[in-house]
């Protein structure tokens, strides 16, 4: 005779409906972590270490900590990156980070400085460390095939007491002006937000035969001017900006914002000459190695 199931779960009541079987061997599990292995994904994952350290965030948003948890490439992913409408509208790379990305977040939220580090470890996820690139020597002109190693970046080195964790606003006084900056590190929506205010301004720009960029990005990066958020008096605070306050500015921005250093040592085989922190060029075989 074949063993009654409902045998296992003794009851005053008599055998057990499949329904309350069930609900008892799910209750039960909860100890043993076999929900997890029901439900959690087959595809491994990997933590990434952002170069914001999460600093840049608000207390309790899920990269308050400094990390984001990110999954490996499968076919699924390949199908966004073989996408020519998404490639079309210029948006293949950031559904291909969404759809690897497993942290709970809104992707507008994303700081910049920590998406160029999710781009290049969604890199090594997919197709490993190594990333071959052809390169012109600066040199003697000859091109040579160069093997980086995309492991070997570190994040840039910056003075950290700048900042305090949670705080997602820094400060700066203009040197010339003397004006207090409130400033802020971009997201992926403001970046968005940029692009669609430089597209407009550009068509304006063919009349003028200026481009407005560098005062759209900075509009951006202030969100105060002596503590006043009047975004009328930011435009008008960049607009007549002293060009010495403006460079100041920018190279503060440069100074301390986060990033991952992506520059290598080049070496060219054919004349030897050697160039430390050239930049990686991303070419069309960063993620579509062999084409």
């Not at 409408?85 to 969404?98: C, E, R, S």
Request: proline share 4%; glycine share 6%.
């Amino acid at each position: 005779m074949s063993k009654v199931v409902n045998d296992d779960y003794p009851t005053t009541k008599g055998q057990l409906s499949d329904e309350e079987i069930k609900a008892k061997f799910l209750a039960e599990s909860v100890n043993t972590g076999a929900i997890e292995s029901f439900t959690k994904s087959d595809t491994p994952t990997e933590i990434i270490e952002l170069p914001s350290r999460g600093y840049f965030y608000p207390e309790g948003h899920p990269l308050s900590s400094g990390k984001i948890e990110m999954k490996y490439m499968t076919a699924k992913e390949e199908d966004i990156l073989s996408s020519q409408n998404l490639i079309k509208q210029g948006v293949v790379l950031d559904k291909l980070l969404q759809s690897l990305i497993v942290t709970k977040i809104n992707y507008n939220d994303l700081l910049t400085v920590d998406k160029n580090a999710i781009f290049i470890a969604a890199r090594i996820l997919a197709y490993g460390k190594d990333y071959e690139v052809e390169i012109t020597c600066p040199s003697c002109g000859e091109k040579s095939t160069q093997v980086i190693d995309l492991q070997e970046f570190e994040d840039k080195d910056i003075n950290w007491d700048k900042f305090t964790p949670g705080q997602t606003t820094h400060k700066f006084t203009l040197p010339i002006s003397k004006k207090e900056l409130t400033l802020k590190f971009l997201t992926h929506g403001d970046e968005k937000n940029i692009e669609e205010a430089t597209k407009q301004a550009k068509k304006l720009s063919k009349l003028t035969g200026v481009d407005p960029e560098l005062t759209t990005r900075l509009k951006h990066v202030i969100v105060a001017v002596d503590g006043q958020e009047d975004k009328g008096l930011i435009s008008k605070a960049v607009d007549s900006m002293l060009s010495r306050d403006s460079l100041e500015l920018r190279k503060y921005l440069k100074e301390v914002t986060p990033d991952i250093d992506t520059t290598f040592t080049f070496t060219c085989p054919s004349c030897e000459y050697e160039q430390e922190k050239m930049a990686m060029p991303i070419g069309v075989g960063f993620f579509w190695p062999g084409v």
